[in-house]
């Protein structure tokens, strides 16, 4: 059977929930190791997974509309908050996906509604900026450790190796070799057009160029997908209204586009069309956004390895 084009970049047919799994201890399942942020489809049925990995300092609440677009065409999307503060060295960061991923064995379907099965054999892992590097940590296996289940994708949103140009943090991903990166997945790179630009004098760029997205798609294999938004920036696929500190700094810091809107339904379309394709085996909106079959949100440049 042929699957008809759907419109990636609208709304799924699903209705989707948000569930918070807390770390601290309950008494009706085991908690997860970070506290975790849920978009499910609320209809009955089983269900691909994505881990998806919050920038740095941000929250994953920051997230909730770009995961419910994902989870909307039939995903359970899992962001976990792996902390609060943090330094530049993102061991920790390895460690705690290590464990959560582990652990979703155990305790997911304790905490999703009885309705809805995850599907472990169908798991992706993704993330944005600093979440983007640590996702290719774990495909690279850094710091040797393993995790029980196996990831069959690959997402990397606007990643980022490091603070600027020539200062990877620990540890470094990029090697500057093209192809070199030596695990066996699909990936996915989306870029910002505008986040090697500086918006004031005091940062560096959010996305600056030799430790971003383009450099990352360099080093992938086949198959590999890279979508660049050309005229949005490194923080526009978050909510419209993220509150808080952290919430002014994710405007604060970064050039941007007009809205946000734009940028986090095509984000959050180009994941959907890539993990259907990758992970449930169904490319036809994939391909439909490569021969321009389908209106995109957005000015878009995109290239791959197939």
């Known amino acids: 059977m042929v699957s008809s084009?759907?419109?990636?970049?609208?709304?799924?047919n699903y209705t989707t929930q948000l569930l918070i799994a807390d770390s601290c201890s309950h008494t009706?399942?085991?908690?997860p190791p970070k506290?975790?942020?849920?978009?499910?489809?609320?209809?009955?049925?089983?269900?691909?997974?994505?881990?998806?990995?919050?920038?740095?300092?941000?929250?994953?609440?920051?997230?909730?509309?770009?995961i419910q677009h994902?989870?909307?065409?039939?995903?359970?999307?899992?962001?976990?908050?792996?902390?609060?503060?943090?330094?530049?060295?993102?061991?920790?960061d390895i460690y705690s996906v290590v464990a959560i991923t582990n652990w979703l064995s155990r305790g997911l379907g304790k905490i999703l509604p009885p309705?809805?099965?995850?599907?472990l054999d169908k798991l992706a892992l993704g993330g944005h900026s600093?979440?983007?590097?640590?996702?290719?940590?774990?495909?690279?296996?850094?710091?040797?450790?393993?995790?029980?289940?196996k990831f069959s994708a690959i997402i990397g949103v606007d990643p980022i190796d490091g603070i600027d140009t020539g200062l990877q943090t620990l540890p470094p991903i990029l090697t500057y070799v093209p192809h070199?990166?030596?695990f066996d997945m699909p990936t996915l790179v989306i870029g910002s057009g505008l986040g090697d630009v500086k918006k004031n004098l005091l940062f560096p760029p959010c996305s600056p160029k030799g430790i971003n997205h383009e450099n990352f798609y360099n080093e992938c294999n086949k198959p590999s997908w890279h979508f660049v938004a050309e005229d949005y920036g490194h923080a526009y696929m978050m909510d419209d209204d993220t509150k808080g500190v952290k919430g002014i700094i994710s405007y604060c810091f970064c050039i941007n586009g007009e809205s946000r809107k734009p940028m986090r339904i095509f984000v959050g379309g180009i994941m959907t069309a890539f993990l259907k394709a990758y992970i449930v085996g169904d490319n036809v909106d994939l391909l439909a956004i490569r021969d321009k079959n389908v209106s995109v949100p957005l000015k878009m440049k995109f290239d791959y390895i197939v």
């Open 35 to 66: 506290s975790l942020l849920i978009a499910t489809p609320i209809e009955g049925g089983e269900f691909p997974l994505l881990l998806f990995l919050h920038g740095y300092l941000m929250y994953n609440s920051f997230y909730s509309q770009l």
């Open 28 to 31: 009706q399942y085991v908690p």
């Open 180 to 182: 070199s990166f030596n």
């Open 115 to 119: 309705n809805i099965i995850p599907n």
């Open 5 to 12: 084009i759907t419109n990636v970049f609208e709304t799924g």
């Open 70 to 92: 994902v989870a909307s065409h039939g995903f359970i999307v899992i962001a976990p908050q792996l902390y609060e503060v943090a330094g530049p060295n993102i061991n920790g």
């Open 130 to 149: 600093r979440g983007g590097k640590t996702t290719f940590a774990i495909a690279l296996g850094k710091l040797n450790i393993t995790t029980d289940l």
